[in-house]
């Protein structure tokens, strides 16, 4: 079974910028699409970026709400995928989460990625606060 792990996160100050990494061993996550999502208190979790395997196009997708700050992209050589989040907001205080699947994501709504997802890492708090 794909073992995710992230790293990152923390504590942030609003118009800061946070840096999200996950990476695995044993299996290529270029070869997979991957995403990020966030859950924030009282909230269900949502999909904030998701890229499509680089055996296909490697294009990325993100919902509305997420464009502009928020930058998904894979460093290949240490088979890494990241997030990186600018201007940041209190209301991105959330757990944010890295998940690997082997269906395409940007054809799809934001809403339905949740189901692409196999494999997921273990969660990292973020907290926006000055």
């Known amino acids: 079974q794909l073992v995710i792990v992230q790293s990152g996160g923390g504590l942030a100050q609003p118009g800061g910028t946070l840096r999200l990494s996950c990476t695995t061993t044993g299996f290529r996550l270029d070869y997979a699409t991957m995403g990020w999502f966030r859950q924030a208190p009282g909230k269900e979790r949502e999909g904030v970026a998701c890229?499509?395997?680089?055996?296909?196009?490697?294009?990325?997708s993100y919902p509305d709400s997420a464009k502009g700050r928020f930058k998904i992209s894979r460093d290949i050589a240490k088979n890494a995928v990241n997030l990186v989040v600018e201007n940041l907001q209190v209301e991105d205080t959330a757990v944010y989460y890295c998940?690997?699947?082997?269906?395409?994501?940007?054809?799809?709504?934001?809403?339905?990625?949740?189901?692409?997802?196999?494999?997921w890492g273990q969660g990292t708090q973020v907290t926006v606060s000055s």
């Open positions: 998940a690997a699947g082997d269906l395409p994501c940007v054809a799809r709504d934001s809403g339905d990625w949740e189901t692409l997802f196999k494999a």
């Open positions: 890229i499509d395997s680089e055996m296909r196009d490697g294009m990325a």
